[in-house]
């Protein structure tokens, strides 16, 4: 049985940093394409990080291009979301999701097979 479980989320002032983790169990990061999502109330489910089998690849949407990064730790089977310069607007539940491709090349929610509970980050001004 595949589990995602995010943590690191939490409140931060504009210009700060949070570091949001994705553990996986029944699931190997490296094999597969995975995903950061985010949501906020009233709004659609957007894709904001991917990154391809074996960190081959990775996109970004451009409202975080530049200040986003995704990672994983394959020994800890671990997907990471380090987020800087933090603005207003990234105030969301964020989401860990995972797929049973290879290929990465969609934020479509419907090629996602897995996904976590959600964490909480708050920025404030």
């Known amino acids: 049985q595949v589990q995602l479980v995010e943590s690191g989320g939490g409140s931060v002032h504009v210009g700060g940093s949070l570091r949001l983790a994705c553990a996986a169990s029944?699931?190997?990061?490296?094999?597969?394409?995975m995903a950061w999502f985010r949501q906020t109330p009233g709004r659609e489910r957007e894709g904001v990080a991917r990154?391809?089998?074996?960190?081959?690849?990775?996109y970004y949407a451009d409202s975080v291009q530049g200040r986003f990064t995704i990672s994983q730790d394959n020994t800890k089977n671990i997907l990471y979301l380090h987020m800087s310069s933090l603005k207003p607007e990234d105030t969301a539940m964020y989401y860990c999701?995972?797929?049973?491709?290879?290929?990465?090349?969609?934020?479509?929610?419907?090629?996602?097979?897995?996904w976590g509970q959600g964490t909480q980050v708050t920025v404030s001004s």
């Open positions: 029944g699931y190997t990061t490296r094999r597969y394409c």
């Open positions: 990154i391809g089998n074996f960190g081959t690849t990775t």
């Open positions: 999701a995972a797929t049973m491709e290879t290929s990465c090349y969609t934020f479509a929610r419907s090629r996602y097979n897995y």
